[in-house]
């Protein structure tokens, strides 16, 4: 249908028309009146075909009409960016459009100014437990990709989020966008909102199972491919590349990644023309030129992007991934090997996706199938709308018994049913503490009321609900962050800060037992990183069998540690050794260990340590502000150790790496040539400077633009946090 038939804003359909948009699909037609209207939707379509879209439509005619907010609520900050982007083309309509995913201990006011806000659902619940004074503005919530309800880290948080919502402000419109799922039903019913559930898809997807150098698809067609049978991936890569198309592969681990992007090096260069080739080699020459510190792994993603591949994994920086994604957007390199994660990402479509590994492992269970709903996520990639008429995803098949499993269990399956998972007792104690802490609920009947008004209460009995929130309550009682009053329950000071400080209830115990352990011990860096990397807050190191160092290590720190030390033969003793590999990682980050030493010492990989990094930096905030709340004298201890995981450096450093654009790497060569601190930088000519090693002219002359020198009026911003 074309978009002069749904009644929009006559400037809103001059911006979809500037972006060539002058249709709508099936489903968003079909969707986009109960929009519209005001009504709550679940919109459960394929990848690709159009869900944003008509979000998008329904906040801003909404908004432009009646005036009032939109939140966008998003699982992954990558997402949130893609979504901000997509709405920026509305501003000149006069909407402001903002973006939040970062510090989750401020009630953050800016975003008052903003009509349309994109951010994560733990931003999102980390805005309600500070109070928004604006809640009764929203007058749209979308709730993106809400079938990771499922998920056990980020689904009880975005389940409380539309709870909360539809309590405290029953007028906002509820507007779920997800791919299909086998229960969509369900969901729409628990929201009180229509569904629209299709599997049309503006690009055909044909699904098939390669075996015998034969495509056979679920259209029943076939599609011979020549060449070496025992080489189905090099075979597929290079039959979809003569045809101009590109190609995602997943794969079921980071080490495949690395391996496979390396192997099908010399398929895909062999394909590129003089052109593309020159391109790709002033890419690289332009990462290589950004980077302070080139470990072992950048390089061989670097040798792999120049041959027009890449690999893509939760262990690469973010910054790398974000490369990545975009020069394949671009069509400057054709294959990216990747884990599942990229299929719950930011959307890249590829003419053929090629799912290799149909089974993964499992440390319980040894190696077990994929969901069908991961498959069908993957295998939704295929096809580029605008650029393909057909998409396809295709498996590989070692036997012909093989090949009717996959089409049985895969191709023709239906993805399973999700379910909620606030039960779980971590989480509902985190979310019970909020709700008491921010007086949303008073008394144990309003505490059930909310809790009824979940998904998981849909889909649990009464008795086992409220048997879960009686052992929550107790834990948070026993434990002082909530005290009974005669009308009911009232969150204790320390309940309080641990709920703004968005962090696991358990883990505010430990911190807070650690902090009493620390009066009048000896202490260091360690003592503190080991009480944070042993909260369930932060995700252990896996312990490896060639890890015995650490265990051997425990004898001469452990009168260091501020947390007990568990019995040899129990099973949290292992956990404790996890807990304790972690934090030694963090202890070698600031003392300045290169960041291959602790790939390899740790077995781990960039991304990871940055996780850890980022991680370790918010329990210590949530330490320092513990210690100023109870009046401990280490408070200054915690803070320097802080801004030394923030920057991953010795404390000599923490005053050079204050200035813009200096890190660790830089700072050191600073401190090595004499320099101590920002003030013996003052007048120092930019030439001695930028002789310094990892220094240069440009850095130079950005350190003397920061005093204001060389006739430069530079602003003077020294900072307090830089990686």
Request: proline fraction near 3%; charge should be neutral; include cysteine.
């Amino acid at each position: 249908m074309k978009i002069d038939q749904f009644g929009l804003d006559p400037q809103i359909q001059d911006i979809l028309k500037n972006q060539g948009i002058t249709d709508l699909y099936p489903p968003q037609a079909a969707a986009l009146p109960y929009g519209l209207q005001g009504e709550h939707l679940v919109l459960s379509i394929p990848t690709a075909a159009g869900k944003s879209l008509v979000a998008y439509l329904t906040i801003v005619q909404r908004l432009i009409k009646e005036g009032g907010k939109a939140f966008y609520i998003v699982p992954l900050r990558a997402l949130a960016r893609e979504k901000y982007e997509d709405l920026k083309a509305f501003e000149t309509l006069g909407l402001k459009i903002g973006i939040s995913t970062g510090d989750l201990d401020e009630s953050d006011v800016r975003l008052s100014k903003y009509d349309v806000i994109v951010c994560t659902s733990e931003k999102a619940d980390s805005l309600l437990r500070h109070g928004l004074h604006w809640l009764d503005k929203i007058k749209v919530m979308i709730i993106d990709e809400i079938h990771l309800i499922h998920d056990p880290t980020r689904g009880p948080t975005l389940e409380v989020i539309i709870a909360q919502i539809k309590a405290l402000n029953p007028a906002t419109q509820l507007i779920a966008l997800s791919a299909t799922i086998k229960n969509a039903v369900e969901l729409a019913d628990w929201l009180g909102g229509k569904l629209i559930q299709s599997d049309w898809r503006p690009v055909v997807l044909r699904e098939g199972v390669f075996f015998h150098n034969i495509i056979k698809f679920n259209d029943s067609s076939t599609k011979k491919i020549t060449g070496n049978a025992k080489q189905a991936l090099e075979v597929l890569v290079e039959d979809s590349l003569k045809g101009g198309g590109q190609i995602l592969i997943f794969v079921n681990n980071r080490k495949s990644t690395v391996s496979l992007a390396a192997r099908l090096s010399c398929v895909v260069a062999d394909l590129l023309t003089v052109a593309e080739k020159k391109d790709l080699k002033k890419l690289v020459t332009s990462i290589k030129h950004k980077q302070t510190e080139i470990i072992g792994i950048e390089q061989s993603l670097i040798k792999s992007v120049e041959n027009g591949v890449a690999f893509h994994h939760a262990g690469l920086e973010s910054s790398q991934r974000r490369l990545v994604e975009q020069v394949f957007k671009d069509h400057r390199i054709k294959c990216i090997v990747a884990t599942p994660t990229l299929a719950a990402g930011v959307n890249i479509p590829a003419r053929r996706v090629i799912i290799r590994d149909l089974w993964r492992y499992d440390e319980n269970f040894g190696m077990t199938p994929i969901p069908i709903l991961e498959y069908k996520q993957q295998a939704g990639r295929a096809g580029r709308p605008r650029y393909d008429i057909v998409g396809e995803a295709i498996t590989i098949a070692k036997d012909s018994n093989q090949r009717v499993q996959i089409f049985d269990n895969y191709i023709l399956g239906d993805a399973e049913p999700i379910y909620s998972k606030l039960g779980s007792q971590s989480s509902l104690r985190m979310h019970l503490l909020a709700a008491i802490a921010t007086q949303f609920v008073h008394d144990t009947k309003e505490m059930y009321t909310f809790i009824q008004s979940t998904f998981y209460a849909y889909q649990t009995d009464e008795f086992t609900i409220k048997k879960e929130v009686d052992i929550a309550l107790e834990f948070l009682i026993d434990n002082q962050l909530i005290e009974k009053i005669s009308t009911g329950y009232l969150s204790t000071l320390f309940g309080s800060r641990t709920s703004s400080l968005y962090i696991d209830p358990l883990s505010a115990i430990q911190l807070k037992t650690a902090l009493e352990r620390s009066y009048g011990k000896e202490t260091t860096s360690l003592s503190f990183l080991h009480a944070i990397c042993s909260t369930p807050d932060i995700r252990s190191l896996y312990l490896r069998g060639t890890d015995s160092w650490v265990e051997e290590k425990v004898e001469h720190i452990q009168h260091l540690l501020l947390l007990d030390i568990p019995v040899k033969s129990s099973d949290e003793y292992e956990w404790f050794l996890s807990d304790l590999k972690t934090a030694f990682l963090l202890d070698d980050w600031i003392e300045e260990q290169p960041y291959d030493a602790l790939v390899r010492k740790y077995n781990i990989w960039p991304g990871d340590v940055h996780t850890v990094v980022e991680m370790a930096e918010w329990l210590l905030h949530a330490t320092r502000e513990f210690a100023r709340m109870y009046n401990f004298s280490c408070v200054s201890d915690i803070n320097n150790i802080l801004l030394r995981v923030q920057n991953g450096c010795k404390e000599e450093l923490l005053n050079l790496v204050s200035l813009q654009g200096i890190g660790r790497v830089r700072a050191r060569a600073l401190y090595r040539e004499g320099f101590k601190s920002v003030k013996d930088l003052r007048n120092v000519p930019v030439e001695r400077l930028a002789k310094i090693k990892m220094i240069g002219k440009a850095v130079a002359m950005n350190i003397k633009q920061q005093f204001g020198e060389n006739g430069s009026q530079g602003n003077k911003v020294l900072r307090g946090s830089k990686r």
